[in-house]
């Protein structure tokens, strides 16, 4: 390290933490069975649901990223199947399909090679949404 006006300056690369982000979307319905009866979320409706999904690792020395953005695609095939145009209160794991729980569905499913997930952020609508992080 040099000094430069009084500052330290680092004579190597510093340590950081970095994260991806991908978003994606997929259209569903359901109905929430547990909230109080005349609740409109007791009722038959559907979303267009927004989806964050945030990846952390090392980042390669050679190819300059953590992982290649295609394969997180690749990683989300088997959700957007699993999720979209479908009713969700059907999807095994489900039966009370919350924001919170499927957020927590697709943080539990999401594997891609190389990277960790952090958190998944689901948006419902244009004013609603929950995030949920791994421990």
Known sequence: MTAHRGRRMHSGPRPMRTEITRRFRFEAAHRLPHVPEGHKCARLHGHSFRVAVVVAGEVDAAL??????????????????LLDHRYLNEV???????SERIAALILERFSVRGARVVRVHLDETCNAGVTVYAD
């Open 64 to 81: 300059g990223w953590i992982v290649d953005y295609a394969d997180l695609d690749r990683a989300w095939e088997p959700l957007h199947a």
């Open 92 to 98: 095994p794991g489900l039966d009370n399909p919350t």
